[in-house]
């Protein structure tokens, strides 16, 4: 399956340290050779690289992981095909517009059944069963909101429609609005919170280690959301199956079981 790799932070912060090592997991480290994406809110803006090559080999990952694009949320995925060719078109992260902002949304799993009937101003680009959930996503809130609501009420119908369509395989998957960051596990998901005092950090996948304490002031509140755990000296928490988990300005804010 896919992985998954996002950030939510209370300063604009850049995600070169767990990119490097994440992006090792697309055909070095680990199987997945079939496209990579990112995507870095900035303001109301949305920044976004992808590209079809593996992540480990592309010129485009080396350009990221060494142009430190500072952002409060960044969603990142790398792929590993099961359903949809591997093409620009079927490559995560997918952004839309609603309510005026840019929502961008990556998925680790398979939905090998999922062929809903698409009615609404939503509709997939490629042919991804990832690209027509978040299609199904949005459409439930356009239709359920006139406008963004709070976050309790957006969480709410965010979960009840995960909750349909995880009846129908795996569906972790991360979704940004530029504000807050939301986790949902079907199966695997991990996080942590960097925040002072700061201490030096391992990547498990490269020799390379970082330390916070050059870096951050006391302010400073980092959450990194992974598939797997990116470090090896950091306590990362499991995400239960079945929980969503709404991050804001670095911290958890919201944390529902089904």
Known sequence: MCQLLGMNCNVPTDICFSFEGFARRGGETDEHRDGWGIAFFEGKGCRTFMDVQPSADSVVSDLVKHYPIRSMNVIAHIRKASVGAVRLENTHPFIRELWGEYWVFAHNGDLLEYAPELTGCYQPVGTTDSERAFC?????????????????????????????????????????????????????????????????????????????????????????????????????????PGQCMIFHNGGVVECYKD
Do not use: M
């Open 136 to 240: 199904v996503i949005l459409e439930h809130l356009r239709q359920s909101f006139a406008k963004r609501p709070p976050i309790a009420g957006l969480c709410k119908a965010i979960r009840e429609k995960a909750r349909q369509i995880a009846r129908l395989g795996t569906f972790n998957f991360l979704l940004s609005n530029g504000e807050i960051l939301i986790a949902h596990c079907s199966t695997d998901l991990h996080y942590l919170i960097r925040r002072y005092p700061f201490d030096k950090a391992e990547l498990k996948d490269l020799d390379v280690t970082v330390d916070f304490t050059q870096v951050t002031t006391p302010k400073d509140r980092v959450a990194v959301i992974a598939t797997e755990p990116l470090t090896a000296n950091e306590e990362w928490t499991r995400i239960a």
